[in-house]
């Protein structure tokens, strides 16, 4: 069975930091695209940034570029996020999603399992 279970989200000021991350099991992790999607109330799900596990490959939104960092730990087969200088538009439900056809990029059809997701809250 595949799982993708997050962790790390809380509730953090107006340039703050936190790391998320998304353990994988049930399936090959370094044949998966694993990517980390947010949605905020009365938004429409947004592709944050995503990685190929097995050649390290990322890619970032503009509206996180420079902010955030992901990263795979095979051994562990676990992803994570490392969310800095944080503001409120950052505030939303984060998923972890894992693309069975090795799909590289943000767009959410492409993505066969989620997560659960874990809140991410930012004020002042």
């Known amino acids: 069975e595949v799982q993708l279970v997050e962790s790390g989200g809380g509730s953090v000021q107006i340039g703050g930091s936190l790391r998320l991350s998304c353990a994988a099991s049930?399936?090959?992790?370094?044949?998966?695209?694993i990517g980390w999607f947010r949605q905020a109330p009365g938004k429409e799900r947004e592709g944050v940034s995503c990685?190929?596990?097995?050649?390290?490959?990322?890619f970032y939104s503009d509206s996180v570029k420079g902010r955030f960092t992901i990263s795979s730990d095979n051994a562990k087969s676990t992803v994570y996020l490392q969310m800095n200088n944080l503001n409120p538009e950052d505030t939303a439900v984060y998923y972890c999603?894992?693309?069975?056809?090795?799909?590289?990029?943000?767009?959410?059809?492409?993505?066969?399992?989620w997560g659960q997701g874990t809140q991410v809250t930012v004020s002042a």
């Open positions: 999603a894992a693309s069975s056809v090795a799909y590289f990029g943000l767009n959410d059809y492409a993505y066969d399992y």
């Open positions: 049930g399936f090959p992790f370094g044949d998966y695209g």
């Open positions: 990685i190929m596990s097995s050649d390290g490959r990322t």
